[in-house]
């Protein structure tokens, strides 16, 4: 089955400065890549999605590229704000036929963005 | 739009006591439902999926059962809590291939 690596666990940025994220994924047959943002005691919240026939998707100060070559991909969110601060997850998924669509997820990095 | 709920939002249960939680999504028909545990460390792990009604996939073998009586609703049950049932239970839904979205979950704690 799929297996996502997600890097780093933990990651400390001062406001205004840009953090990245990257993800790594085994199943060549994902073909869709989505980032989830979850907030302390929330339900996690998709906040950017990329599909394989893309290599790269913007959403203001959200940023997601694919490498499908070497099977990994980055959340790239420039200008931090505190509010950004949250554990991230990003997740694949092979959405392969049938009806069924699930998600591998990574185990998520906690983003503290300090004022 | 579509809406899903959760609840109860919190819960604390003794060791031994059964469980019900519930889902229901609104706004869309024959989604596909999900049920994921989230303990301590953050990491997801997905404990159920169902495709329709009556139709129910076990990711992994454990205390938990799960039923879907309707088209929207999805329910996560246990006949006895161990102290390893403790964790944030979030049921989450898609209604066509990729996007997947999340309830606000349900905080269980068992003493």
């Known amino acids: 089955g799929e297996n996502v690596e997600q890097h780093p666990s933990t990651l400390s940025v001062q406001e205004g400065d840009s953090a990245v994220i990257k993800c790594t994924y085994s199943d060549s047959a994902s073909n869709y890549f989505p980032w989830y943002k979850q907030e302390l005691g929330k339900g996690p919240q998709l906040i950017i999605d990329i599909r394989s026939n893309v290599g790269e998707k913007k959403d203001q100060r959200i940023a997601v590229t694919l490498n499908k070559t070497a099977k990994h991909f980055s959340l790239h969110i420039t200008e931090t704000q505190p509010e950004d601060s949250a554990v991230y997850f990003c997740a694949a998924s092979s959405g392969s036929g049938g009806s069924n669509y699930k998600l591998t997820f990574g185990k998520g990095t906690l983003l503290t963005v300090n004022p | 739009s579509q809406t899903i709920h959760q609840w109860p939002a919190t819960l604390v249960q003794p060791v031994g006591s059964p469980l019900s939680l519930e889902c229901t999504v609104e706004?869309?028909?024959?989604?596909?439902l999900y049920w994921y545990r989230q303990a301590a460390g953050r990491g997801l792990q997905l404990l159920f999926y169902s495709v329709g009604i009556g139709q129910i996939s076990s990711e992994v073998p454990q205390n938990l059962s799960a039923s879907r009586p309707q088209d929207r609703q999805f329910i996560l049950s246990s006949k006895k809590l161990l102290l390893s049932d403790s964790g944030f239970y979030l049921c989450?839904?898609?209604?066509?291939?990729?996007?997947?979205?999340f309830g606000p979950g349900t905080r269980l704690t068992v003493t």
């Open positions: 706004g869309t028909s024959n989604p596909n």
């Open positions: 989450a839904w898609n209604s066509r291939p990729y996007e997947q979205y």
